[in-house]
């Protein structure tokens, strides 16, 4: 099958690039300028009668006729020529007066394009090329394509960034499209036939609006939505794999989905995670799209009994007297909530503040009767003072 097509593809680039291209595609030759190819013979004409005697100069100097430069009937032969040889030519008589001027140039034809196909949905083809070597001369580009059914047709073309796109393309046939980019220039033209099976090519974009929050309440678990790409119709399904590693670790875990979004439920608690999703048709036609931006972060993060147990022994320390230090009974923050590895979290943080209310309560206590303490032997002076009798 690509023989055929192949033949049949050549045959019209071949029509379109003789309409562009001299018979003879060593030279090309404007007013005054000569484009050359390198490697290749190239005459150089004076105009003159066989008769005169002419002397060849490149950029005023008197050309140095050798092995690769000779003078036949007045003309200038190049024999293949080197970029060295470029320059300004001219031919002059006996007088040395001045016949004609020839500016020369020498390049190569195009390199062949390199041609990558790509379908980002079901309804468009994109197919893009770059030349892989820097042309001495401009370079025009000729697209065309066959499609299943054997027609040949131009393909919409931006030539300023080298693309061109088959719109509704018979994207679920099994029989091939034939991309055919050939590159002109004036000095030859190259041409690269592409093979492509439509439903192989299509890429979606990354899914678009990616986004992760934590989950209130659960320390291990992680919320992350996403879109479809923009350039995607929501009518053909796809499907998602999510990759999240820990911000410090090389390693990802993966889920795969058909849901825009899941939660991550083994993360560590108050740990940075590093989340990225990519997407392809649910039916695995074509490839994986890209991965989409990273997105970080992380999961709940709640207070803990230690921290409520660090501000009740504060508290204690704050409205203890000093000088009944030694008398205080001694709380270990670590006795308070013993259990807290086997009660629910959220039992344990409810107990914790009770207990740090009713221990508050009871240090207001203990330092009101050490302040009425101090008081009552000052009253039972003053009652015997006054009951002694006068002198």
Request: charged letters at 20%; hydrophobic letters at 40%; a neutral charge.
């Amino acid at each position: 099958m690509i023989g055929s097509t192949s033949s049949l593809c050549h045959v019209v680039v071949l029509a379109t690039v003789s309409l562009l291209i001299p018979a003879g595609t060593e030279i090309f030759r404007g007013k005054d300028v000569l484009l050359g190819r390198i490697g290749t013979d190239i005459t150089l004409l004076c105009n003159a009668a066989n008769d005169r005697i002419i002397q060849w100069k490149v950029n005023g100097t008197l050309v140095a006729l050798n092995n690769n430069t000779k003078v036949q009937n007045g003309n200038l032969m190049l024999l293949m020529a080197g970029l060295p040889m470029e320059g300004s030519y001219s031919c002059h008589d006996e007088t040395g007066g001045l016949l004609h001027w020839t500016q020369l140039k020498l390049g190569y034809p195009p390199s062949k394009p390199l041609v990558r196909c790509k379908a980002l949905n079901f309804y468009r083809i994109f197919c893009s090329w770059e030349n892989r070597q820097v042309a001495a001369f401009p370079t025009s580009y000729i697209a065309t394509y066959r499609d299943p059914r054997n027609k040949v047709l131009n393909c919409s073309t931006d030539l300023l960034s080298n693309i061109c796109q088959i719109d509704n393309p018979q994207i679920f046939s099994p029989l091939p499209y034939i991309i055919n980019i050939t590159a002109v220039n004036p000095v030859g033209y190259r041409t690269t036939l592409l093979e492509i099976v439509a439903q192989d090519i299509v890429q979606p974009d990354p899914p678009a609006h990616v986004k992760a929050e934590p989950v209130y309440g659960s320390p291990r678990r992680i919320k992350v939505q996403w879109e479809y790409p923009l350039s995607w119709n929501p009518r053909f399904e796809l499907k998602f794999i999510l990759e999240y590693r820990l911000q410090q670790n090389r390693f990802w875990s993966r889920m795969e989905t058909k849901m825009k979004e899941e939660i991550i439920t083994d993360a560590i608690a108050a740990q940075l995670y590093v989340i990225r999703v990519k997407a392809k048709d649910s039916f695995d036609n074509g490839k994986w799209s890209d991965w989409s931006s990273e997105v970080l972060a992380s999961s709940w993060s709640e207070i803990t009994s230690e921290s409520i147990q660090t501000t009740v022994v504060t508290l204690m320390m704050d409205y203890a007297p000093t000088h009944s230090q030694s008398a205080e009974p001694t709380f270990s923050p670590t006795s308070i909530l013993s259990s807290s590895d086997v009660l629910d979290k959220n039992i344990v943080i409810l107990i914790s503040i009770a207990v740090s209310i009713g221990i508050s309560i009871a240090v207001a206590i203990f330092v009101l009767w050490i302040r009425r303490k101090k008081q009552d032997p000052d009253k039972d002076d003053i009652l015997t003072k006054k009951a002694l009798p006068f002198c």
